[in-house]
């Protein structure tokens, strides 16, 4: 979806209209920021991966708003293997466990999961530091 974008900003940068042309560099290097080599454009892959793990994040947020809702019941509906015999179970903590994940959703959320799995390797988890984070 997002490789028709991408097309079009190719062709932009290489003709100055949206007729194709023969690109002068790799769209790697045109992602880079200008103080590596690059032009600083935002690769819309990676800015839809973001958009879509920041959903997740931010529906894991307090709050009660019904999208909310919905992301915690998909959230706490997510099975970690189980290394042995059964089932997989339910577990919150996948959000940064390192085995791969039963995708069995709506292609919302498969959408969103798929995200955020790119999106995680680059993630730290932090303890909280305070009673009060703990809670949060």
């Known amino acids: 979806m997002c490789a ?45 991966e973001a958009l879509l793990a920041k959903v997740l994040i ?3 947020a307090p ?3 019904p999208w909310k809702e ?11 293997p189980v290394h042995g015999k059964g089932p997989p179970i339910p577990d919150i903590n996948w959000l940064f466990a390192a085995s ?6 709506p292609s919302m959320w498969k959408s969103i999961l798929g995200s955020w799995l790119s999106v995680r390797p680059g993630l730290t988890k932090l303890n909280p530091t305070s009673t009060a984070e703990t809670l949060r």
């Open 4 to 48: 028709p974008v991408r097309g079009i900003i190719r062709n932009y940068i290489w003709s100055g209209k949206d007729t194709p042309a023969r690109a002068k560099a790799k769209w790697d290097t045109l992602v880079l920021p200008a103080s590596q080599g690059g032009l600083g454009i935002i690769d819309p892959k990676s800015q839809s």
């Open 58 to 60: 931010r529906g894991l």
């Open 63 to 65: 709050g009660g708003e």
């Open 70 to 80: 919905l992301i915690r019941k998909n959230a706490n509906q997510i099975k970690l």
């Open 100 to 105: 791969k994940l039963k995708r069995t959703r």
